[in-house]
C-alpha cells in the first residue's frame, strides 16, 4: 500500500473525457500526483468544445478523487455567458474549499479566468492555503482586443486590478510562454522569480505510431482543432479559394463555435475542394499524418498574449507549418528557431496566399526536412516528461 505524503486539490476548469488540451494536462498533473499523494479534482461539467457529444462521465477509473462540480457552464462564446461561467464555478470551488479545507496542503489551478480565479485565490489566502496558479492566457488583455477600442479601454481598467490582485496573491504563477511571462511579470509589477516556464504538452507516445497513409494526388493543407472565433479560418478559407490551387483540398477538422459561419462561407465561396470533418482525439495523429502542410492561425494580437496549444501537436506530427502569426510571438519564436515552417501576419489574406503556393512548390525532401525538424524540436522543449515532471515539483514544493 502506497504511503500518502500530502493533499492536493486540482481545480480544473476542462477535465476529460473533454478532448482539449488543458483537460489533458491536469489528467496527466493528477494521475502523476496520485501515485504518492491523495489527490482531489474539482472540474464543472464537461462541455467542451462546443458541439462536442460527450459520454460515459465515469467511465475512467483513477487513483485519484474526481469530482463534477453543479456549477453554470457556456460552450458558446458569449460574453455575459462566460462571465457567468467563470462566477458560477469559481463559487462552487471556494465553498468546496471551505467545507475542507482542513484536508487540502497545496492547491493547483487551471481554471476559468477571471472570477473563478479571484474566487479560488480568496479562499485559498483565507485558509492558508498554498496555490499554483496555470496561466494558459492573459486576460483581461486578450479579451478586450474582441471590443471595441473606447469599450476595450473602459473594461481593461475595470478588471485589469482583479488579475494584479490574483497574480501577486498566487503562491507561484505558471506560464506557458517566455513572452506571456515578460508581459505578465512587467505589466503586473510582479517580480519574475515567481514566474515558472512550463510548455504544454501532448501524449507524445501516440505520436510515434508510423502510419501507413496511401497518399492521393491532392496537396493537403489541413487545420485540426476548435474552430473558434480567435482562429480566424475566415481568413484561412477566403485565402485558400482566391489562391485557385490546382490539386489541392484543404481539410478542416475540429467542433466549435464559428464551425457552422465556415460551412457557409465555403459554401457562399463555391469552393469545393474545402472538406470539413469531425474527429475523435485519438485519431488526431492519424488525420495529422495524412496532412502536407499543417495550419495554424489566429486573428491579431491573439498569439502575442497566448501559445496555442495544438501547436504541440503539429510538431509532434512532423509536419510543415503555415502560422499566421506575430513575428514578435512565441508561437513564431519556435517555428522559427526550429525551422519547420512559414510565418505570416495573421488577417493578412495577400501573404498567406502566397504562403500556400510557397509550400506547394516545396520538394517532398524540403518537406520531410521540415518535418524532421518539428519532430527534434518538440522532443527537446515540448515534451510531455520533462514538463510533467517539472510542474509536479513545483507543486510537491508549495509549503
Not at 501507413?212 to 480566424?232: C, E, H, R
Not at 524540403?366 to 519532430?375: L, S
Request: charged share 20%.
Amino acid at each position: 500500500m502506497k504511503e500518502l505524503n500530502r493533499n492536493i486539490l486540482i481545480v480544473s476548469c476542462v477535465f476529460p473525457p473533454e478532448p482539449v488540451v488543458s483537460a489533458n494536462l491536469s489528467y496527466d498533473i493528477a494521475d502523476s500526483l496520485s501515485e504518492k499523494h491523495n489527490v482531489t479534482v474539482l472540474s464543472p461539467l464537461p462541455t467542451r468544445p462546443y458541439g462536442i457529444q460527450i459520454n460515459n462521465l465515469n467511465a475512467m477509473k483513477n487513483e485519484f478523487r474526481h469530482i463534477t462540480l453543479d456549477s453554470f457552464v457556456c460552450p458558446q462564446s458569449k460574453i455575459i455567458g462566460r462571465f457567468k461561467e467563470s462566477w458560477s464555478f469559481g463559487r462552487k470551488t471556494a465553498s468546496y474549499i471551505k467545507a475542507n479545507y482542513e484536508k487540502i496542503d497545496v492547491i493547483y489551478a487551471n481554471t476559468w479566468p477571471l472570477f473563478a480565479q479571484y474566487f479560488l485565490v480568496r479562499i485559498a489566502i483565507k485558509y492558508n492555503i498554498p496555490l499554483v496558479l496555470h496561466v494558459q492566457d492573459i486576460y483581461p488583455d486578450s479579451f478586450v482586443k474582441k471590443l471595441p477600442k473606447i469599450l476595450g479601454e473602459i473594461v481593461y481598467q475595470i478588471l485589469l486590478p482583479i488579475d494584479k490582485y490574483i497574480l501577486h496573491k498566487s503562491s507561484k504563477i505558471v506560464g506557458i510562454s517566455p513572452y506571456m511571462i515578460s508581459h505578465l511579470s512587467k505589466s503586473r509589477n510582479i517580480s519574475i522569480s515567481k514566474f515558472q516556464l512550463i510548455r504544454n504538452w501532448q501524449n507524445d507516445s501516440i505520436f510515434n505510431t508510423t502510419f501507413d497513409v496511401s497518399k492521393n494526388s491532392l496537396f493537403t493543407f489541413m487545420y485540426l482543432g476548435s474552430i473558434s472565433p480567435s482562429a480566424g479560418l475566415d481568413i484561412i478559407i477566403k485565402a485558400f479559394s482566391k489562391a485557385s490551387l490546382q490539386d489541392s483540398v484543404l481539410r478542416i477538422v475540429g467542433s466549435g463555435s464559428k464551425k457552422e459561419d465556415c460551412i457557409n462561407l465555403a459554401k457562399e465561396l463555391n469552393c469545393k475542394n474545402i472538406i470539413f470533418e469531425e474527429a475523435l482525439p485519438e485519431d488526431v495523429p492519424m488525420l495529422q499524418s495524412q496532412a502536407d502542410v499543417l495550419l495554424l492561425p489566429l486573428l491579431k494580437g491573439i498569439s502575442k498574449t497566448a501559445s496555442p496549444s495544438k501547436m504541440t501537436a503539429y510538431f509532434l506530427s512532423g509536419k510543415p507549418i503555415i502560422a499566421c502569426v506575430e513575428n514578435d510571438s512565441d508561437t513564431a519564436d519556435c517555428i522559427q528557431q526550429a525551422q519547420c515552417g512559414f510565418i505570416i501576419e495573421p488577417e493578412d489574406i495577400s501573404s498567406l496566399i502566397d504562403g500556400f503556393r510557397q509550400a506547394c512548390s516545396l520538394t517532398h525532401d524540403e518537406r520531410i526536412q521540415m518535418g524532421e525538424n518539428a519532430k527534434r524540436f518538440a522532443k527537446s522543449s515540448l515534451s510531455r516528461s520533462i514538463n510533467l515532471n517539472r510542474i509536479t515539483e513545483i507543486i510537491e514544493k508549495q509549503q
